[in-house]
């Protein structure tokens, strides 16, 4: 039976699938994207957070057996609105086992699920958990090595692997583009994002997500500092070579 570490549940979420969904945060990311705004989510273990109400241990570790079950108390509502689970946070592949079971066991009860990747991982591990979901939201942060790198302190080799056998299977994924001022919202970026994926049979859309200066704001309660290094007040430029070329898109 795995067992894994969340530290967040939200009910009604709207934007992180089809219908009216909960989402389910795994804890630990081998990312550290600049922008990040759950940095939470870094860690792979529990920690103090403070809040307005108090402090308290940020970090929850369950069974998926366990998850399952309080999940799977909402499916007549998620059946109702068409809507289902998101796993986000974090990086839910970093805990390969604990997703799998998860996913396995939320299949089973026939809830729609769908897991939100930043695409790092071994390709193993991509291509045997992956399928076991029905929807992929791919959060696509650069697709320059180097910049990558820069920004999010690894490379995108795994990541552009995984993108490129996403978009060869029959897989449903949404692409999704945190535009971060100066740093990935040039025509050159989106024009590299178009061409691995525009003959992608499974592409449900491309997502286009500006950075929000509020992104920040938890640091502080967790005694970490924000100091991005790119301009917070500058506006995202929209190079939205989708519509041009009709791929179904949205700007939120």
């Given at each position: 039976m795995?067992?894994g ?88 592949l ?31 591990v ?33 990541i552009?692997?995984?993108?490129e ?21 040039s ?19 491309v997502?286009?997500l ?8 938890k ?11 790119f ?18 898109n949205?700007?939120?």
């Amino acid at each position: 039976m795995a067992q894994g570490i969340i530290f967040s549940i939200e009910e009604f979420a709207l934007n992180d699938g089809p219908g009216i969904r909960t989402t389910v945060f795994f804890k630990g990311c081998p990312l550290r994207c600049a922008w990040c705004h759950n940095p939470e989510g870094f860690s792979f273990a529990p920690q103090m957070i403070r809040t307005m109400d108090g402090e308290r241990i940020c970090g929850e570790r369950i069974t998926a057996e366990a998850l399952s079950d309080r999940l799977a108390k909402n499916a007549g509502f998620f059946n109702m609105t068409l809507g289902g689970i998101t796993i986000t946070g974090g990086e839910p592949l970093a805990q390969p086992e604990f997703l799998a079971e998860l996913l396995v066991r939320l299949r089973k009860q026939g809830i729609h699920t769908a897991i939100e990747t930043s695409g790092h991982a071994h390709a193993d591990v991509f291509r045997r958990i992956v399928p076991l979901a029905d929807l992929i939201l791919f959060d696509v942060k650069s697709m320059d090595t180097a910049i990558h790198k820069k920004y999010t302190g690894v490379d995108n080799t795994l990541i552009l692997a995984n993108l490129e056998w996403l978009a060869g299977s029959s897989m449903k994924f949404i692409v999704r583009l945190p535009l971060i001022p100066g740093i990935n919202d040039s025509v050159e970026q989106m024009n590299a994002v178009y061409e691995a994926i525009k003959d992608a049979s499974g592409l449900v859309r491309v997502e286009m997500l500006r950075y929000h200066k509020t992104a920040g704001a938890k640091y502080a309660m967790l005694d970490m500092a924000y100091h991005p290094p790119f301009n917070v007040h500058a506006t995202v430029e929209i190079n939205n070579i989708f519509e041009i070329n009709n791929i179904n898109n949205i700007v939120l």
